[in-house]
């Protein structure tokens, strides 16, 4: 296994939300930035978000205190409902 450091990887909202490699294969993941997210329910722009306990991949609205741990970052874009791809300014606290 080979770890490496990536700049400036763009992700494309066409790839949000497919199977993004079979097993053993190579995935691109962003860590740092801004990145596209599937929201499962209705999020505020400038909401904070936390990842989905039920279905993987999905974000929901976090709250500062429950969610403390939690949080993956701020939504750039609001979500009408769930489904929509929104991006998320990656803020890890």
């Known amino acids: 296994m080979y770890l490496c450091c990536i700049r400036g ?4 909202q066409a790839d949000v939300g ?4 079979l097993v053993n294969q190579w995935v691109l993941v962003v860590c740092t930035g801004v990145y596209w997210a599937v929201a ?4 505020a722009a400038a909401a904070y978000v936390r990842p989905d306990t039920t279905i993987a991949g ?3 609205t976090a709250t500062t205190a429950a ?13 009408a409902s769930a489904g929509d791809k929104i ?3 990656l803020a890890l606290q």
Do not use: E, S, T, Y
């Open 58 to 60: 999905r974000v929901l």
């Open 87 to 89: 991006r998320i300014q």
């Open 18 to 21: 497919v199977q993004a490699a």
């Open 67 to 79: 969610d403390a741990g939690k949080i993956l970052g701020l939504a750039i874009d609001a979500a």
């Open 9 to 12: 990887v763009v992700a494309r």
């Open 40 to 43: 499962q329910a209705a999020i």
